[in-house]
């Protein structure tokens, strides 16, 4: 029987220390809530057509993908000129230009800039930047109140979960769970699940907060060289509240976030929404060229192992990402098992590529969870080769034994049996005559994760090679 009142949000990963994440268990967990997963995938899949029909809007789509994906490779051969380019316009612009090789560098700089301004409380708009950093809890430890503008991430927040996905951070939870944390942090009506009622709800809260703030940070969807100006793309409008209610603004900046100038920004924007959310435009393309009067704006520039990814062959366009989550949406793994299933703070196809730059260690499984199906890769406005990468990730993990010995032997096996032709035929007839009589528990246990909920088709009465050999003859002409 379905069980009584709202289903349980199934909750993410289990973290535990350096220890390889176990995707499949998180994520058999959420295929056991059958409520969350039936709208999850649906949402998903409904930006992944509503992102067709967009494309299908504009003719010269291949071409613009062509384009963006050029500009980011230019761009990112010549990272150090346009880096510096932007320092000297940004510094014009009378912006403050820090520097961050890491994560904890990047949390230091923000803490000292809002300690000497004495602030005690920060209002910040949506960033996978500080996400990726952990800056909201490090800001915590220092007495720093922190507040999320963005509705999704403001809920995620009061839950004490990460976003499950990059642009749509709480697509994860039900009505049903929105209404119980904002009962349990807010006060509301835990029964009223109304979406109006839970909006309303939130910013009654959270609106003094953003009005009393001593300081706003905003993140960065891109940086114009020739301007020195960031670019936020938001459909709540919460980055100008970030940016312009307080009279300090700091913006999070990825170095990858560079594009050489407006020309190419208009390539970027007109790819952006349509791929995220299938929308021709977000509401609000927000351009902050420098501080109001009387005002600060400082930008921190981070590398966090960005450098070193360039440095890697096969992987460095990676970096080319521009965080639309289009390859979520359209891939089967992700749907049908959230985003905090992944454990990190880049999830789905995306994630499996460029969360292994950071801990190759803790994020081994990662690039295992996927079909390889090569969607990601068709819809990737900046054609990011990302289901070739993850087989790449695939074969550099094995290669630095970081998959399990017994997954291990069996491909090392498997391909031996691949690669030889003879050796591949003549076991065919050897297993099916075995699967027709093997007793069910051989296969259907805890050591087969293929059958783990699913059925082994059924046996064929002759092999493909057989019945050719049958009706063609070893000439191949079809026999009369």
Known sequence: MPPR???PQPRGAIIRGNHPIDQQEAARRFMAAPQHLAMHDQRLWDLRQKRDKQKDTIEEWEDLRQLASDIKTHTLTHLDTYLEQFERNAKANGVIVHWAKDADEHNRIAVDILKSKNAKRLIKSKSMLT???????????????????????????????????????????????????????????PNDSDVSYLTEQQREHTRPLILTADAGMTGCNFAVAETGSVVVCTNEGNADLSANTTGLHIVSMGIEKIIPNLNSLAVFVRMLSRSALGSPITQYTSHFRGPRRGAEMHIIIVDNGRTDRLGLEKFWTSLKCIRCGACMNTCPVFRRSGGLSYGATYAGPIGLIIDP?????????????STMNGSCTNVCPVKINIHEQIADWRQVLAENHEIPAFKKSMMKAAGALLASPRLYRASLPMADSALRHIPRFMLYNRMNTWTRGREMPSVPKETFHQWFKRTRGKDGKKKS
Request: charged share 30%; with cysteine.
């Open 357 to 369: 730059t950071f801990n190759r260690h803790k994020y081994s499984t990662l690039p295992f969870s």
């Open 5 to 7: 009142g709202p289903e």
């Open 131 to 189: 996400e990726e950093c952990g800056f909201r809890e490090y800001a915590g430890d220092q007495g720093i109140d922190v507040v999320e503008t963005d509705l999704g991430e403001r809920i995620q927040q009061l839950d004490d979960e990460a976003p499950s996905h990059v642009v749509v951070p709480a697509v994860h939870k039900l009505r049903t769970d929105v209404a119980e944390v904002f009962a349990r942090t807010l006060g509301s009506d």
